[in-house]
């Protein structure tokens, strides 16, 4: 077994919410020693920045254009996640010689498999030298060059999270801006992709009537009403169809259908929509997962909750009910994907991304 190192993961994903920081002692294989975690919400001006930035974004045809804003962005987010890591490790008592890497993931602002093209913004250099730590960052970038999806790259945690249960098959759903999903079987067999919108066309249709970011415990959608016409049209996406692997960006869906209904009916549609998509991910699981472990921000809403439970046959549980970290595994997945990059262990998988076969990745930026 190899050593184990201590990483601090940062996510920030296709969420635009703030940066997520974890920190995880392990080998990159089965030890994991969970360590404290933390959420820095992004300034209000940052917000307003990166909604302009995915739309800049959409014109970007290589991986390391930075057009218009982003560039100067891509600057400010850095010293966002630098600043998010000194404060976690002050809080925590932690001096930087005890950190041995930072898996960053950066953030989201364009994701496109088909065009072998995905965008985070964060400049993992720049993160290593202002922090004096190792980082490990662009870590769909090889994946996607080499035919993946490029997402979802949680998968492998969710393998050694699932080693710890008593039970297999599960299936770890994960609702931020896009969700996806994580089949474990036993003997290790993985299957995962992007079942749908996630949180983003709920968070953006609440945010655009109401000026709140989201619908915040599911409370609007519980009085509202879903539209079936409108749910049915959603529904007819061809991505939905399309059999794994697979990913998505966050702007793959449009809330056109429900653009006529009441901001509660909307969010109830919208909510439906979200739910369903996750239980149609069951049409392409080898086996009907025993159990449904719900991670990330979605797991709070408790209209979704119910609505994926009627979705799907057996239990749907948020993950602290087996003690995990709902709100951080993401976080926590990006320190234990830089330790496996950095010893050279693959990362992603045919029944993950579709890759041709396992492999590493990632760029591993020294500190000096």
């Given at each position: 077994?190899?050593?184990?190192?201590?990483?601090?993961?940062?996510?920030?994903?296709?969420?635009?919410?703030?940066?997520?920081?974890?920190?995880?002692?392990?080998?990159?294989?089965?030890?994991?020693?969970?360590?404290?975690?933390?959420?820095?919400?992004?300034?209000?001006?940052?917000?307003?920045?990166?909604?302009?930035?995915?739309?800049?974004?959409?014109?970007?045809?290589?991986?390391?254009?930075?057009?218009?804003?982003?560039?100067?962005?891509?600057?400010?987010?850095?010293?966002?996640?630098?600043?998010?890591?000194?404060?976690?490790?002050?809080?925590?008592?932690?001096?930087?010689?005890?950190?041995?890497?930072?898996?960053?993931?950066?953030?989201?602002?364009?994701?496109?498999?088909?065009?072998?093209?995905t965008v985070q913004l964060?400049?993992?250099?720049?993160?290593?030298?202002?922090?004096?730590?190792?980082?490990?960052?662009?870590?769909?970038?090889?994946?996607?060059?080499?035919?993946?999806?490029?997402?979802?790259?949680?998968?492998?945690?969710?393998?050694?999270?699932?080693?710890?249960?008593?039970?297999?098959?599960?299936?770890?759903?994960?609702?931020?801006?896009?969700?996806?999903?994580?089949?474990?079987?036993?003997?290790?067999?993985?299957?995962?992709?992007?079942?749908?919108?996630?949180?983003?066309?709920?968070?953006?249709?609440?945010?655009?009537?109401?000026?709140?970011?989201?619908?915040?415990?599911?409370?609007?959608?519980?009085?509202?009403?879903?539209?079936?016409?409108?749910?049915?049209?959603?529904?007819?996406?061809?991505?939905?169809?399309?059999?794994?692997?697979?990913?998505?960006?966050?702007?793959?869906?449009?809330?056109?259908?429900?653009?006529?209904?009441?901001?509660?009916?909307?969010?109830?549609?919208?909510?439906?929509f979200t739910a369903a998509?996750?239980?149609?991910?069951?049409?392409?699981?080898?086996?009907?997962?025993?159990?449904?472990?719900?991670?990330?921000?979605?797991?709070?809403?408790?209209?979704?909750?119910?609505?994926?439970?009627?979705?799907?046959?057996?239990?749907?549980?948020?993950?602290?009910?087996?003690?995990?970290?709902?709100?951080?595994?993401?976080?926590?997945?990006?320190?234990?994907?830089?330790?496996?990059?950095?010893?050279?262990?693959?990362?992603?998988?045919?029944?993950?991304?579709?890759?041709?076969?396992?492999?590493?990745?990632?760029?591993?930026?020294?500190?000096?």
């Amino acid at each position: 077994m190899s050593k184990l190192r201590r990483a601090v993961g940062l996510m920030s994903g296709t969420s635009m919410d703030g940066i997520d920081v974890a920190l995880l002692d392990t080998d990159g294989d089965r030890a994991l020693r969970h360590g404290p975690a933390a959420s820095y919400p992004y300034p209000a001006e940052a917000k307003v920045k990166l909604r302009a930035a995915l739309i800049e974004a959409k014109g970007i045809t290589a991986r390391d254009a930075r057009p218009g804003c982003l560039a100067a962005l891509e600057r400010e987010l850095t010293e966002l996640n630098a600043e998010a890591v000194e404060r976690f490790l002050r809080a925590n008592g932690i001096e930087k010689a005890q950190v041995d890497l930072i898996g960053y993931h950066g953030q989201t602002v364009l994701h496109d498999a088909p065009r072998k093209l995905t965008v985070q913004l964060g400049d993992g250099q720049m993160l290593a030298q202002r922090m004096g730590v190792d980082v490990v960052y662009d870590l769909r970038a090889a994946d996607v060059a080499a035919g993946g999806q490029g997402a979802p790259l949680v998968p492998v945690y969710h393998r050694a999270l699932a080693a710890t249960l008593p039970e297999l098959p599960v299936a770890f759903v994960n609702v931020g801006g896009v969700g996806n999903v994580t089949w474990v079987g036993r003997g290790g067999r993985m299957l995962a992709f992007d079942t749908g919108p996630g949180n983003a066309l709920i968070d953006d249709w609440v945010l655009a009537r109401t000026g709140e970011p989201h619908d915040a415990g599911g409370a609007l959608a519980a009085r509202g009403k879903s539209d079936e016409d409108a749910l049915q049209e959603l529904l007819t996406n061809a991505y939905l169809g399309k059999p794994p692997p697979k990913s998505l960006d966050r702007n793959d869906f449009s809330s056109a259908p429900v653009a006529g209904l009441s901001l509660e009916n909307g969010a109830a549609t919208l909510t439906a929509f979200t739910a369903a998509t996750i239980g149609k991910a069951r049409e392409h699981m080898p086996e009907e997962p025993r159990l449904w472990i719900v991670c990330g921000g979605g797991r709070k809403n408790k209209t979704l909750m119910g609505m994926i439970a009627a979705n799907v046959p057996n239990a749907v549980v948020p993950a602290e009910a087996l003690g995990f970290s709902g709100d951080f595994i993401e976080a926590e997945a990006w320190a234990y994907l830089a330790v496996r990059a950095a010893e050279n262990l693959p990362i992603t998988f045919p029944e993950t991304t579709g890759v041709p076969e396992p492999m590493s990745g990632g760029v591993v930026c020294p500190a000096r």
